[in-house]
């Protein structure tokens, strides 16, 4: 069984930062990609960013420059530093990873994390 848990969520002020966390924990034999997505109400849920095993990221045009995602391969944890908030960056964030258990890779989603950025 593998959990994915998102913790950092909150309101901030417009111009504020978070750091969202996200721990894989369970049967783990390699993470592949990791990622978080949004989504605000009314709306499709959005690739946020994303981070290859090799550090390779990429983002959404939206967040370039504001947000940075990272990940500490001995913590099984990826992170999410967002800075510059946006009142348009209020949305749940969500964590994804492709993780090998035993033999094939399965896709997980973690429960969200509430980020609100208002004054």
């Known amino acids: 069984q593998v959990q994915l848990v998102e913790s950092g969520g909150g309101l901030v002020q417009p111009g504020g930062s978070l750091r969202l966390s996200c721990a894989a924990s369970?049967?783990?034999?390699?993470?592949?990609?990791m990622a978080w997505y949004r989504q605000a109400p009314g709306k499709q849920r959005e690739m946020v960013a994303s981070i290859t095993s090799s550090s390779i990221t990429n983002y959404a045009d939206s967040v370039k420059g504001r947000f940075g995602i990272s990940r500490d391969n001995a913590k099984n944890t990826v992170y999410l530093q967002m800075n510059s908030l946006k009142p348009e960056d209020t949305a749940v964030y969500y964590c994804n990873a492709d993780i090998q258990s035993r033999i094939l890779v399965h896709n997980y989603w973690g429960q969200g994390t509430q980020v609100t950025v208002s004054s």
């Open positions: 369970g049967r783990i034999r390699s993470i592949n990609a």
